[in-house]
């Protein structure tokens, strides 16, 4: 017995648009509104490119055929890849959904780490410098530097 790939079920099928039908499309389940933009909107792009003459008019031939052969690429490029994930071993998929799952929590923050609004840290070298109550240092080439300037 050979095994069915098909992501649309056989009693659907006749509910799906012609564009899927034609194309024979089994793992791109495209909608209504997304069909009418593959083919009747290529073709209303290629007939507005002629109209302008920058294509020749065999691109409203060529530019919903090309979209089709995408359309039906993509859909054999998504039949290969859920054939592949079919074989990985149950145990490397729950290994992945563990490594991919989101960590919620909260991080913690040593208190001296916190800057509050108006209030400078002692620490910073600049800081100390633009204290009005210090005698100024030799300017430097950089704001907070004490090393000498030879230009001076």
Same mark, same amino acid.
């Given at each position: 017995?050979? =095994? ?11 509910? =799906? ?7 024979? #499309? ?7 509104? #997304? ?9 209303? #792009?290629?007939? #507005? ?48 959904? =563990? ?31 633009? =204290? ?21």
């Amino acid at each position: 017995m050979t =095994r069915t790939w098909s992501t649309v079920p056989t009693d659907d099928e006749r509910y =799906r648009p012609l564009y899927a039908r034609v194309l024979g #499309l089994r793992f791109v389940n495209p909608g209504g509104v #997304l069909c009418f933009l593959f083919f009747e909107g290529a073709v209303a #792009l290629a007939v #507005l490119l002629a109209l302008a003459e920058l294509v020749t008019w065999w691109a409203v031939l060529v530019l919903p055929a090309a979209v089709a052969a995408m359309v039906k690429l993509n859909d054999m490029v998504a039949e290969i890849v859920i054939r592949t994930a079919a074989q990985v071993p149950e145990q490397e998929r729950d290994r992945f959904r =563990r490594q991919m799952e989101p960590v919620v929590g909260r991080a913690s923050v040593p208190s001296t780490a916190r800057a509050l609004p108006g209030v400078a840290l002692a620490g910073d070298p600049t800081v100390r410098a633009a =204290r009005p109550a210090d005698p100024p240092d030799e300017p430097g080439p950089w704001p907070g530097s004490t090393r000498h300037d030879p230009h001076r």
